[in-house]
T-cell receptor, first 112, second 113 residues
Framework: QKEVEQDPGPLSVPEGAIVSLNCTYS??????FMWYRQYSRKGPELLMY????GNKEDGRFTAQVDKSSKYISLFIRDSQPSDSATYLC????????????FGAGTRLFVKA | ETGVTQTPRHLVMGMTNKKSLKCEQH?????MYWYKQSAKKPLELMFV???????ENNSVPSRFSPECPNSSHLFLHLHTLQPEDSALYLC????????????FGSGTRLTVV
């Protein structure tokens, strides 16, 4: 079983739709959770960072962590064509090591 | 310049060539990383330099050789690569403290022919 599972998509939605992106993981010890956005021909950029369980909102983006289910989500409200990108989840242990694990990324297309 | 800068952006090399990838960070971070990104696969951590200590993934072939002359510069030396090494190579930096996030460069798209 992979440590982090992420559906590669592609996911295609109309402009204005609510988008839900998800990852599941197997290591219950993970403490911090991140979402990165990667545009074509660019490196990933940090979008959301959450420590432990709960929700975090930033503008049109909401990150949700459910540690009991080992499941994290990223919601995008009022999606725009500029949101078209690959979204990578990442998570790890806050123990000073180098164990951040990335998902394979979900490719999102938002159609105008 | 700000952030993490990688050169070259694109590189095509033969299997017998020797080339180097360069990365520079302007963020004052104390750790730098090389990642390999292949299509539909998770980012693969290759090497870490933290406070001048090198940490490596034991599964990385010896044809990849990192060099970190100071906390701002990182190189990846390549020699006798294989076609399966074709991928996007990403450099990243972070400020070590546990649970930190990374700042990535735009990557070098490497094609081995």
């Amino acid at each position: 079983q992979k440590e982090v599972e992420q559906d590669p998509g592609p996911l295609s939605v109309p402009e204005g739709a609510i988008v839900s992106l998800n990852c599941t993981y197997s290591n219950s010890a993970f403490q911090y959770f991140m979402w990165y956005r990667q545009y074509s021909r660019k490196g990933p950029e940090l979008l959301m960072y959450t420590y432990s369980s709960g929700n975090k909102e930033d503008g049109r983006f909401t990150a949700q962590v459910d540690k009991s289910s080992k499941y994290i989500s990223l919601f995008i409200r009022d999606s725009q064509p500029s949101d078209s990108a690959t979204y990578l989840c990442a998570m790890g242990l806050d123990t000073g090591g180098f164990k951040t694990i990335f998902g394979a990324g979900t490719r999102l297309f938002v159609k105008a | 310049e700000t952030g993490v800068t990688q050169t070259p952006r694109h590189l095509v090399m033969g299997m017998t060539n020797k080339k180097s990838l360069k990365c520079e960070q302007h963020l004052g971070h104390n750790a730098m990383y090389w990642y390999k990104q292949s299509a539909k696969k998770p980012l693969e951590l290759m090497f870490v330099y933290s406070l001048e200590e090198r940490v490596e993934n034991n599964s990385v072939p010896s044809r990849f050789s990192p060099e970190c002359p100071n906390s701002s510069h990182l190189f990846l030396h390549l020699h006798t690569l294989q076609p399966e090494d074709s991928a996007l190579y990403l450099c990243a930096s972070s400020q070590r403290g546990g649970g930190e996030s990374y700042t990535f460069g735009s990557g070098t798209r490497l094609t081995v022919v």
